[in-house]
């Protein structure tokens, strides 16, 4: 079994900056990818960053310069540093962790259950 769990979450005002945290845990032999995705009622869900096992990074446009992704390999944590936040970044935010569970597995992809940010104006 593979669990994804995401923390840091919260109410916050226009400009300020939050961190989102997201552990994987469980049987695991290796995380390739990892990436945070957002979604807003009535909306489809959008991926906002993610981040390969070498560090490669790539952004959703309207996050680049004000969000930063980065990973802890030897905890299987991601984090969603989020810095100038708009009232359009509000949304369930969840984490997502390509794993592959055994050497005997196939990758599947893991997700929290998400996250609530919400951006005051």
């Known amino acids: 079994q593979v669990q994804v769990v995401e923390s840091g979450g919260g109410l916050v005002q226009a400009g300020g900056s939050l961190r989102l945290s997201c552990v994987a845990s469980?049987?695991?032999?290796?995380?390739?990818?990892m990436g945070w995705h957002r979604r807003v009622p009535g909306k489809e869900r959008e991926e906002v960053a993610n981040?390969?096992?070498?560090?490669?990074?790539n952004y959703e446009d309207s996050v680049k310069g004000r969000f930063t992704i980065s990973r802890d390999n030897a905890k299987n944590t991601v984090y969603l540093q989020m810095n100038d936040l708009k009232p359009e970044d509000t949304a369930a935010y969840y984490c997502?962790?390509?794993?592959?569970?055994?050497?005997?597995?196939?990758?599947?992809?893991?997700w929290g259950q998400g996250t609530q940010v919400t951006v005051s104006s």
């Open positions: 997502s962790a390509y794993v592959r569970p055994t050497v005997s597995s196939y990758y599947a992809n893991y």
């Open positions: 469980g049987t695991i032999y290796g995380i390739n990818d």
């Open positions: 981040i390969d096992r070498n560090g490669n990074i």
